[in-house]
């Protein structure tokens, strides 16, 4: 009885953990293109990116660091607040790590998931390890700071701001997302 226990609480337990995921691959996909790359959201599933963001409109908050978390928190609360005017648009958060390996990446991933318990931020969540410098590199990014952007569904990286959500920051997505939307709507009227 003691080993049937044992094992179905081993059972359980190893339930709640995901996999290491993989060190990406990254392929430029040219000027303001989101780089073609390999991660892993907390629910332990593998996501190729740019093609996993949802959305017509993806707003994507990339980390570098683990002390680049309040910066992006920051950047949550502006976001569902578009998303809840408009499920289209879709938002992730990115953190990007170097590479590790097979064990230290199970426990980051792991770490993190065990930390966010909501599941809509686990699914959002997607985490890449890959060669940060040739991402700074594609990207003209510093790993010393957040960057937001949008992406659409093609990878084009359409806005970008960097550091936390300040007014004028929140302000200028707004505008973009109203004058993104304002000419689908009128390229839509020229249409029919």
Not at 49 to 58: A, D, H, I, V, W
Not at 121 to 130: E, G, L, N, W
Not at 158 to 184: M, P, R, Y
Request: net charge positive; with cysteine; hydrophobic share 40%.
């Amino acid at each position: 009885m003691k080993n049937l226990l044992t094992i179905m609480s081993l059972i359980a337990l190893t339930s709640c953990f995901i996999g290491s995921g993989e060190n990406s691959k990254i392929l430029n996909l040219g000027e303001k293109k989101f780089p073609k790359l390999t991660g892993i959201d907390l629910n332990g599933n593998k996501k190729l990116l740019p093609e996993s963001f949802e959305g017509k409109l993806n707003i994507i908050a990339i980390g570098f660091e683990r002390e680049h978390q309040e910066a992006i928190n920051t950047w949550i609360e502006v976001a569902d607040a578009i998303i809840e005017k408009n499920p289209e648009i879709k938002f992730y958060e990115v953190p990007l790590i170097y590479e590790l390996s097979t064990f230290s990446r199970a426990w980051v991933n792991n770490g993190m998931r065990f930390g966010i318990q909501n599941e809509i931020a686990r699914k959002r969540t997607i985490t890449v390890y890959t060669n940060r410098n040739e991402f700074f590199n594609i990207m003209q990014m510093k790993g010393d700071r957040i960057y937001v952007a949008i992406i659409n569904n093609e990878g084009d990286v359409l806005w970008l701001a960097e550091g936390v959500a300040t007014k004028e920051k929140t302000e200028s997505l707004q505008k973009f997302i109203k004058d993104f939307e304002a000419k689908k709507l009128n390229l839509g009227k020229t249409k029919k």
